[in-house]
């Protein structure tokens, strides 16, 4: 069973950055593919990048070469590189298996951005 927990949100101005971060234990973490999704209020949560067969990535429409998806199997973390932030980009940021698994849902973490 995969377990994740997410850190590195915040509050932020727009156009600065925020690296977040998700520790994964429970599976054999190198063979999985990882996503990072977003909640905002009133909508159904998104996927925002995935990374899958080891180093494919790819990003939602609206990521505009903004934001990178990575992982260290050493450690067994998948990070989320956020740059220029925008109002918009605001939510509550998950981390799951990718396509995600409905039993691993964490926490997540607060992204705000604001002036």
């Known amino acids: 069973q995969v377990h994740v927990v997410e850190t590195g949100g915040g509050l932020v101005q727009p156009g600065e950055s925020l690296r977040l971060s998700c520790i994964v234990s429970?599976?054999?973490?190198?063979?999985?593919?990882m996503g990072w999704y977003r909640q905002v209020p009133g909508r159904q949560r998104e996927l925002v990048a995935r990374?899958?067969?080891?180093?494919?990535?790819s990003y939602a429409d609206f990521v505009q070469g903004r934001f990178t998806i990575s992982r260290d199997d050493t450690k067994n973390v998948v990070y989320l590189q956020l740059n220029r932030l925008k109002p918009e980009d605001a939510g509550v940021y998950y981390c799951?298996?990718?396509?995600?698994?409905?039993?691993?849902w964490g926490q997540g973490t607060q992204v705000t951005v604001s002036s």
């Open positions: 799951n298996t990718y396509p995600p698994t409905a039993a691993v």
């Open positions: 429970g599976s054999s973490f190198s063979l999985i593919g």
């Open positions: 990374l899958v067969s080891g180093a494919v990535t």
